[in-house]
């Protein structure tokens, strides 16, 4: 079963990065190709499209660098990495989804009247989307298509739950957004940098907030059986995978990334031991059977970090930078948001754009710029380059909840979000280019 290749690259980078096992990081990276290359036929054509792409273009690096067969293996290994960093994730997106426990906190964000509605959306879009991913999608507008408000309120909801869910990336460690920056600037202080994002992240809700304050809100509130103490659990949920993790990275001496990989799925384990002791062994296998599913996503991922690294190797020391000498130190982490917003619209995912970032400008210091605000531009841009990208799940799922394309879900009616989030994040990168000292 293909399936069973995933969770052997997953145990294979576990035993690589906690045990150092060198020679099982280096079965990772076959093992998740072989998964991708049997799921091949069931991509969908533009994943297809993309993940051959990515890869040939890191193959034609790694045949360019000094060491071809060692850069293939290490860059094998990255992509692998970020591939378990996923499965990880899915784990806990699987608990979660048959959780009756959340879907009562999300009933409760909708049963808000109309002056706190936006609020919670924009809230619950943004802690479920730490747990869900972009299922919180899927699972606040099921809800929300059960309330049968207005089409004006479906689409200020959904929007709100879109905005909220996209600014995540801009900080939760739970998110492979974290994974990529730590290895795109290794240098980064990441641990120091995530409640600078959490921060950012407010600020873009709030901004969220005020754009939709006088939308139209005709539909009365629902009857609600909770109240905000609900959601406590929830947060101490996502506090306790945090704190997990951050106890692996210190015991072990490793990433927050790894510390993530291997504490989230003990506690998706230990949630649905809670939630159905009894069935623990359907529950495991219904989760392999769902692991296929996940092919999409580990093929872009696979597919960034195998064309990073390459790339990484077959550039000459300095990357690109002896060519940047001519940019302003200011304006080089400047240049990331839009770049990540052009190649969204593309429909390039931001794991790639930021794993080439990386590995075109391995040494951001050369070029006058911190390591922290390199990393600070790309999480940030992150966040607000995943609004603006039609073929982000996250886009495609509100755009089937809204009866609209994901064309004018991210290009309309998110765009004047985008611009105002834009110009937030480039004030906070200035800021961070005077505050961060070059090394």
């Not at 499209?49 to 060491?67: E, N, Q, S, T």
């Not at 306790?240 to 993790?245: D, H, I, R, Y």
Request: glycine fraction near 10%; charged fraction near 10%; hydrophobic fraction near 60%.
């Amino acid at each position: 079963m293909a399936s069973s290749f995933f969770l052997l690259a997953w145990a294979a980078t576990l035993a690589d990065q906690l045990a150092g096992l060198h020679w099982a990081g280096l079965i990772a990276g076959p093992a998740i190709l072989v998964f991708l290359l049997r799921e091949l036929p069931r991509q969908r054509r533009f994943v297809r499209l993309v993940f051959l792409g990515l890869v040939l273009a890191g193959l034609a690096a790694a045949i360019a660098a000094p060491d071809p067969l060692a850069t293939m293996l290490a860059a094998a290994r990255r992509g692998a990495a970020y591939a378990a960093f996923f499965l990880a994730l899915g784990s806990l997106r699987e608990a979660a989804e048959h959780s009756p426990f959340v879907r009562r906190c999300g009933a409760h964000l909708i049963a808000q009247p109309p002056g706190r509605r936006t609020l919670a959306m924009l809230a619950g879009g943004h802690v479920f989307g730490i747990i869900l991913s972009y299922g919180a999608i899927d699972l606040l507008g099921a809800m929300v298509g059960r309330a049968s408000p207005s089409p004006s309120r479906t689409k200020s909801m959904l929007m709100s739950a879109f905005r909220g869910f996209a600014v995540m990336n801009c900080w939760s460690p739970l998110n492979i957004m974290t994974a990529v920056v730590s290895a795109a600037v290794p240098a980064a202080p990441m641990r120091a940098l995530l409640p600078l994002g959490f921060a950012a992240a407010m600020v873009m809700l709030a901004l969220g907030w005020w754009l939709e304050r006088n939308a139209p809100d005709d539909t009365p509130a629902a009857a609600a059986g909770e109240d905000w103490t609900v959601h406590v659990r929830l947060l101490g949920l996502v506090a306790l995978v945090m704190l997990l993790a951050e106890a692996v990275g210190a015991i072990f001496g490793v990433g927050l990334s790894t510390g993530v990989t291997a504490a989230v799925p003990l506690v998706a384990a230990a949630w649905i031991v809670v939630q159905q002791p009894a069935n623990l062994a359907a529950r495991a296998r219904a989760f392999q059977a769902r692991i296929p599913g996940f092919r999409g996503e580990a093929a872009v991922l696979f597919g960034g970090g195998f064309l990073g690294v390459a790339l990484g190797a077959a550039l000459p020391n300095g990357g690109i930078a002896p060519f940047m000498t001519a940019v302003p130190a200011l304006l080089v982490p400047q240049l990331v948001i839009p770049v990540l917003l052009a190649t969204g619209l593309l429909g390039l995912n931001p794991i790639a754009v930021v794993a080439i970032i990386g590995a075109a400008i391995p040494d951001p210091a050369s070029l006058g710029v911190a390591p922290a605000t390199l990393a600070l531009a790309c999480m940030l841009g992150w966040g607000t380059a995943v609004g603006m990208t039609p073929m982000s799940a996250s886009a495609l799922a509100t755009a089937r909840w809204t009866d609209s394309d994901t064309w004018t879900v991210t290009t309309r009616w998110n765009a004047l979000y985008t611009a105002l989030c834009w110009a937030f994040c480039a004030a906070l990168i200035l800021i961070a280019q005077f505050s961060f000292t070059v090394h």
